[in-house]
């Protein structure tokens, strides 16, 4: 009866054996592509025979060490033959325990339950149903989803004359747990941030907005990856075309893997070719629910701590989480701050090299005669000068960020002695040039995004080559370049430079400057055009 069985569904699914003999007289491709269907149908329908099942199961996984199978009889007299299949270390081991084994092996044994009456199509109902005391349950039918369910954490349960599974959600596997997120600090707010596990980081956002029409869809990106990429948005509060088209965008990815979410961000960018990001990213919880609060998207990668937002304005990289938790007055001297640091670490090296270089008689005759002083042992040009210490502190950057936390003091002493007093004692570098160099380092630590400021970093360069080859005029017209690039940027059809290009002036409220927040009612007006209001708050009155 089982040879027969087997047979019968080797018959429906395609015998290997019999496409390898056909394909001997085939050519490569042909060979190939029918190898390929040959496998596509042979993974396609579970078999109703339990053991060919588990056979099937272990030799498709290569019998590997941590896929455990083991089958076992149920039911009073034990007319029930079950088998469980799972990955060890994937797995909640005391749910499997307690919740599967214990209560098929024991329970239904010792219950007034007559199972030898039932068909096994009613039995496996009764199963699913009755006996099996744990959520996150779903039927499976064919080899493809069982797999994806065992390989994620799932325990999948199959029973003998059942063409049909039912996969377990027992999914439970070490993480580093909730911890203070290493970028984007902040002095005033929430610690927690973001891990590598999908739903810790739902639950982070849920448990800040507990909205029912905060919707959580997820999919597996990634043809043997099978990643778990979930979209989270309010309904009503988000643009249904901006969630339509993210849809459409994630629906085309047709990739091997993708195991960070730096994957699916290059994936659905607007522009390519370009310094500036238009996603934003954070490991922080709340930026995330604020954003997701203003009509925004979050995808949420499993694997990484890193949340992606759509759409991302330029202006959203120079905010800070932290803007919102002080009075307002504070948070728009720290924005203004950061717009001066924004211009200091992208042009000061080059209006050195262009002033220095070209425009002597910019500068006062006194800080000319100091100036040409310190260059007077330095055998370099202006230019050589900035581009030796740019890239020596790049390196020295690069360096710091790779090399292990334990010998991390030993980088702050190397950089000290290269980008410091004794290069300019023998004679590599002015002092003022390291002046320049350092002030530039500070400024481009200054923004709550990294993604902005490795933008600027690239595009310093081109600016002092710029500055050394036209002078002032060449920064201006980088200057005028750069715009006119932001001005053509689209964040999932969102103006880049939006509120300001367009400008739009009740955006201005939250924009450069911040007004408090019994102010700011309406919501951005491109980022959510279903629902703008966010409540009537008026301006606190004290009694006389």
């Known amino acids: 009866m089982k040879n027969k069985k087997q047979q019968e569904y080797l018959n429906q699914s395609g015998n290997p054996n019999s496409s390898k003999s056909k394909n001997q007289n085939q050519n490569p491709v042909q060979a190939q592509n029918q190898s390929k269907d040959s496998k596509k149908h042979q993974t396609k329908l579970i078999s109703s025979d339990l053991q060919f099942n588990l056979?099937?199961?272990?030799?498709?996984?290569?019998?590997?060490?941590?896929?455990?199978?083991r089958d076992f009889q149920a039911g009073?007299?034990?007319?029930?033959?079950?088998?469980?299949?799972y990955t060890d270390g994937l797995t909640d081991s005391i749910s499997i325990q307690d919740l599967i084994l214990d209560t098929l092996m024991v329970e239904i044994r010792n219950s007034d339950l007559d199972v030898a009456v039932l068909n096994p199509s009613d039995c496996f109902e009764m199963i699913k149903s009755h006996t099996l005391p744990i959520g996150g349950i779903e039927e499976i039918t064919d080899y493809q989803k069982l797999f994806n369910h065992v390989l994620s954490g799932d325990t999948m349960l199959l029973m003998d004359g059942s063409p049909k599974g039912i996969a377990l959600g027992s999914r439970d596997w070490v993480d580093r747990g909730v911890q203070e997120p290493s970028s984007q600090t902040v002095v005033r707010g929430p610690k927690d941030g973001f891990t590598e596990t999908l739903r810790t980081n739902t639950a982070l956002i849920r448990r800040r907005i507990k909205d029912p029409n905060l919707w959580l869809e997820t999919k597996q990106i990634g043809e043997r990856t099978q990643t778990d990429v979930a979209i989270m948005y309010l309904k009503g509060v988000a643009n249904d075309k901006t969630v339509s088209e993210l849809q459409s965008r994630l629906n085309r990815i047709n990739i091997d893997a993708i195991l960070e979410s730096g994957y699916i961000e290059e994936l659905i960018q607007d522009e390519v070719y370009t310094p500036f990001p238009t996603v934003y990213n954070t490991e922080r919880p709340d930026a995330v629910a604020a954003a997701i609060l203003e009509g925004r998207i979050a995808i949420l990668?499993?694997?990484t701590p890193f949340v992606l937002i759509v759409p991302a304005l330029m202006v959203h990289f120079f905010q800070s989480s932290e803007d919102y938790y002080q009075r307002a007055d504070i948070a728009t001297l720290i924005r203004v701050l950061r717009y001066l640091s924004f211009f200091l670490a992208l042009l000061t090296p080059s209006l050195?090299?262009?002033?220095?270089?070209?425009?002597?008689?910019?500068?006062?005759?006194?800080?000319?005669?100091s100036l040409a002083s310190q260059r007077e042992g330095v055998p370099f040009p202006a230019f050589v000068e900035a581009m030796i210490m740019e890239v020596v502190f790049e390196i020295l950057r690069e360096a710091g960020v790779r090399m292990p936390r334990a010998i991390g003091s030993s980088i702050s002493i190397v950089g000290a002695l290269v980008i410091g007093q004794a290069a300019v004692e023998a004679g590599f570098v002015s002092a003022t040039m390291v002046i320049i160099v350092s002030l530039t380092a500070i400024c481009s630590f200054v923004f709550p995004a990294n993604s902005m400021a490795m933008a600027f970093r690239m595009l310093r360069f081109l600016f002092m080559i710029l500055a050394a080859t036209f002078g002032l005029y060449g920064i201006i017209l980088g200057l005028i370049v750069m715009v006119l690039h932001l001005n053509s940027l689209r964040s999932f059809g969102l103006p880049y430079l939006a509120p300001n290009a367009p400008f739009i002036l009740q955006d201005q409220k939250d924009n450069i400057i911040r007004l408090p927040h019994w102010s700011l009612l309406k919501r951005p007006r491109l980022i959510s055009k279903n629902d703008t209001d966010r409540g009537d708050v008026s301006s606190p009155k004290p009694p006389r």
């Open 55 to 69: 056979d099937h199961i272990k030799k498709t996984l290569g019998n590997s060490s941590d896929i455990v199978t």
């Open 76 to 85: 009073k007299n034990g007319q029930i033959k079950l088998g469980i299949v």
């Open 301 to 303: 990668v499993d694997g």
């Open 352 to 369: 050195y090299v262009a002033v220095s270089t070209f425009h002597q008689e910019m500068l006062p005759t006194p800080l000319l005669i």
